[in-house]
């Protein structure tokens, strides 16, 4: 398992986005890049450089996935009919981690990895502690009674910064929610633009 050695609003700052809409992000404050060279003048980027910003922008959305793990999920895209950038976005929605952050149980990806990785998370009443599980339609996702009331469960739950897309369903009285259908591209709340497209061009090169 591939773990997050730097900080993670690093990566806000490489991409020059603010990538999880988050109020504390540095990018709100600075513009540019971290590091010595961070204010250099910035050249025009080449087709190959914009293409991998969309790979990297992608990739850290979700909790900086590695690029073994995010290469098979574009093969598995490319494999499946429909839209290849469609089934990218698909199979990145299905991620237990991803839907733990959906439900707002956890205030990052990062968190939500954590809290999946450290067993406090049920599906279809079931102990699953693997962050890249991939759920389907009509399942059911509860955090473990036991759990229900930590204070980074009830911080999330009552954090403004966000809501639940209307691909899932949750009572967060019971801390229970239902993935509902697999989101199109259109459906899903990025703070900022996504291109699975470009991603696509990428490893189509």
Known sequence: MSKRLESKFKINRRLGVNLWGRAKSPVNRREYGPGQHGQRRRQKPSDYSIQLMAKQKLKGYY?????????????????RKGDTSENLIGILERRLDAVVYR????????????????????VNGKRVN???YLVKEG???EIRDKDKQLAIVLDAVQ??????????????RLMK??????????????P??????????????
Do not use: C, W
């Open 63 to 79: 909790g900086n996935i590695g690029e073994k793990q995010f290469r098979r999920y574009y093969d598995e895209a490319v494999r």
């Open 103 to 122: 439900l707002k149980f956890a205030l990052t990806p990062f968190a939500a990895r954590q809290f999946v990785n450290h067993g406090h998370i049920r």
């Open 130 to 132: 693997i962050p890249s």
């Open 139 to 141: 399942d059911v996702i």
């Open 159 to 172: 954090n403004p910064e966000r809501d639940v897309p209307d691909y899932m369903e949750v009572d967060h």
């Open 177 to 190: 929610g239902t993935y509902l259908r697999v989101p199109q591209l259109s459906d899903v709340p990025y």
């Open 192 to 205: 900022v633009q996504m291109e699975p497209n470009l991603v696509v061009e990428f490893y189509s090169r």
